[in-house]
Structures are given as C-alpha cells and as structure tokens.
C-alpha cells in the first residue's frame, strides 16, 4: 500500500519545491532537568512543562523529528520531505546522512560538562561527530557559561581522577550576541547563572554527549545521571582556547550579511534585513527569524515571527526575506567563494582559515 507522501509524489503535488515551515521537536523534564520555560515566554512556543531545555527546530534524527507545519508536507517529519526530495532539498549528492540540527536551548540551571567527539571518533558508532556553535540570544546580568579549560601544565587524566575538574574550568561572562565556536573536542558547559540563558545552536546532525560532570545533580528517584569519563577523556583537546567570534559583515541588497563561522561542517551568519534580501540557492538554508518577516518565492509567501525556523531548499530559485529584522542564517559550507569575498577579513570567522 502507498503512503500519502508517496502518492502526492506519484500526482506531482510534493514534487513543487517551497520552504518548509517547521514546528520543533521538544526535550524537556527528566531530559532536561536543567531546562525552564523560557522557550514559551520568549517565543510563545508550546512547550510540554516547565522544564524544557531545547526545540529542536531542524532535527532529521529518529524519534526527535521536526515537523512540517505548511503547504503539500504539513504533518510530515522532516525525514520525509528529505527523502521526497533528496539533493534538491539538502543540495547534497548521493547517501549522505542529513548534515545539521538547529536547536533552541533555554538553561535555568547549568548543564552538564560535557564534551563530544569528531567524525573519526563517532564513525565506529556510525553517527557523525560533533561540532557546533552558540549564539545568545537573551541572558541575565551576570551570566556565565564553561567555554574549554583554564591553561595549566597537569594532565587533565589527573585532574579528572582527583576530583579536581571544576577547579580547571574556564568561565566566560557571555551577554545577548555573543557567537561562540565549539568545535568537537572543547569541554563546554551552558548555564551557570541565575535566571534564564536562552541561546540559538546549530550543530552536526548527532547525538553524541559524552558527560564529564553533572553538578552532583540527581533526578526525582535519588539517582544521578550516567557519565562517560572514559569516553570524554579520549576525545577532550583540553588545550582547545578560543574567544567568542566577532564576524566579518558584508554589505547586500536588502541589508548586510555577518558570517561568524563557516568550518567544513556548517557556516552560520546572521541576515540583518532591511527591505528584500534575495537568497542564493545552491545550497539549503537554515532561517530561524528574530523578529517578525516574510518569506517570499515565485509560487507563494510565508510568513515568520521570532524564533520561528524555515528550511529553504537548496534547489529553490528567487526565495526572497522581507522586512526589518535580523534572522540566523546556518547552512552547509561553501569555504572558498567566502575566502574570496572576505579577502583579509577571513580570519574573523571561525574555522575558514587553518
């Protein structure tokens, strides 16, 4: 028996390529008991209870799917309108396994500190590793986050087995805007503040966290969560130190483009529209809105509000955002054409230049 999507593809319906308007996939309570409910009073999201950590906004992964909310997909996962459409949704050639996950992430309380792997690690998991970047989007006085280890000369082996980890840890003071580069390997840790740290996370397409500590933190049964000393220590680079990114903005029509970040897994930039600024296909373009817009194409118009995601496909042609407003950009990488519009400004973004 054929499947709805199977028999819209066979009338020609989902063959007519638009943005996918996406409603979030929730982790919340015991998943994540350092979570509040920032997500809703921010964005106005249906958030589960008053403990959820993260929407996963664009999320292919089994069991924790984003959902299509418009047009011909409505209620189809994300990994539908993957296979339906295949390289001219993702732009990418052949078996490749879904590349990005974007997340919102709304901590009252600090996350574990944790750490994950690169792609050749993970591989004997089959799932990718796991690079990722932070962008604040609202934080309270005084906020803080755990971004890599304060340099010293001690083995972290050593530190870790004499219970001296939190002691090693290097606390930055983050504040709305911040963009903070995490590649795989940097101990990181979110949280650290009172009230609540909301912040926007594109990231590869896995769930790999290795756990290197968790506060003493235990759930309603006494109980307290796994951790994977051994594991974190095999992949932590405790000699990773990096500062937030500050970016190279570029001119455009319709306002300016800032690229914080374009490493050979992901490129993140934020849009600053002002009128109609023309998208480029090739490639998919992840778009979560930070204030009220409109996303415009030949066959029809969508409208965003604030933290609301669209997933532009890469075959796409004469995509449009409009209005005034800044909106996070994360897309597959294209490193040499930016190396080439930058020119000496390269080195302000994260992973384009060795």
Request: glycine residues 12%; charged residues 15%.
């Amino acid at each position: 028996m054929q499947t709805f999507w199977a028999m819209l593809t066979d009338k020609g319906v989902a063959a007519v390529l638009y943005p996918l308007k996406l409603n979030p996939y929730f982790r919340h309570g015991e998943q994540t008991p350092w979570g509040g409910d920032a997500l809703g009073s921010l964005f106005g999201k249906a958030i589960p209870d008053r403990r959820t950590g993260e929407a996963l906004e664009v999320s292919a992964l089994p069991g924790m799917q984003s959902v299509v909310d418009n047009g011909e997909l409505a209620g189809a996962p994300l990994s539908q309108a993957i296979s339906l459409w295949g390289a001219r949704l993702t732009g990418l050639e052949g078996e490749e396994p879904f590349p990005l996950m974007v997340k919102l992430l709304a901590a009252r309380e600090a996350l574990s500190v944790q750490v994950h792997p690169d792609d050749a690690y993970a591989a004997q998991f089959g799932k990718l590793g796991k690079s990722e970047a932070w962008v604040v989007l609202s934080a309270p006085p005084g906020a803080k986050l755990v971004y890599g280890l304060r340099a010293g000369e001690e083995p972290l082996e050593q530190i870790v087995a004499q219970g001296r980890l939190e002691q090693a840890l290097n606390w930055v003071n983050v504040y709305p805007g911040d963009v903070l580069y995490i590649p795989s390997g940097m101990v990181h840790a979110l949280g650290g503040c009172q009230g609540d740290l909301v912040v926007y996370e594109i990231q590869q397409s896995s769930d790999i966290t290795y756990r290197f500590w968790d506060w003493g933190r235990v759930d309603q049964q006494g109980r307290p969560r796994e951790l994977h000393t051994q594991q974190a220590l095999a992949v932590a680079k405790a000699e990773l130190s990096l500062s937030p990114v500050s970016g190279a903005t570029v001119l455009c029509q319709g306002g300016s483009v800032t690229y914080y970040i374009a490493d050979r897994h992901f490129e993140l930039s934020r849009l600053n529209v002002a009128g109609d600024m023309p998208l480029a296909a090739g490639r998919m373009l992840l778009i979560t809105a930070m204030g009220c817009g409109r996303l415009r194409w030949p066959q029809g118009q969508l409208e965003l509000g604030p933290g609301q995601t669209a997933l532009v496909p890469a075959g796409l042609e004469g995509a449009v955002l409009s209005g005034q407003l800044s909106a996070l950009c994360s897309s597959t990488p294209n490193q040499q054409p930016l190396r080439a519009l930058l020119g000496y400004r390269a080195g302000q973004v994260a992973g384009l230049t060795p």
